[in-house]
């Protein structure tokens, strides 16, 4: 049975960070990239950043480049968002992604930038 499970959102004020976690099972987690989308009220789900199976290659969406970190760490089947300079239209609901077979979401953890 596959699991994507994501932790680590929560309010924060602008200009402050945020770390989430996302852990996946079921499934060989080193053979396959991995994503982070987020779901602002009103708009459509985004891509936020990507990571090849490896960890070596990294892909951002133009609004959170230079302020977000994705990374991989295979041994323990976690990807992580390190979110900084955190503005309030960073405000969303945060989802990990598995490509794996159909493809499988987490339940999505709140992440509010507000002062």
């Known amino acids: 049975q596959v699991k994507v499970v994501e932790s680590g959102g929560g309010l924060v004020q602008p200009g402050g960070s945020l770390t989430l976690s996302c852990t996946a099972s079921?499934?060989?987690?080193?053979?396959?990239?991995m994503s982070w989308y987020r779901e602002a009220p009103g708009k459509e789900r985004e891509l936020v950043a990507s990571?090849?199976?490896?960890?070596?290659?990294?892909n951002y969406a133009d609004s959170v480049k230079g302020r977000f970190i994705i990374s991989k760490d295979n041994d323990k089947n976690t990807v992580i968002l390190q979110m900084n300079n955190l503005k309030p239209e960073d405000t969303a609901v945060y989802y990990c992604?598995?490509?794996?077979?159909?493809?499988?979401w987490g339940q999505g953890t709140q992440v509010t930038v507000s002062s």
């Open positions: 992604y598995s490509p794996f077979n159909v493809g499988y």
């Open positions: 079921g499934y060989t987690f080193s053979k396959y990239s």
């Open positions: 990571i090849i199976r490896t960890g070596t290659i990294t």
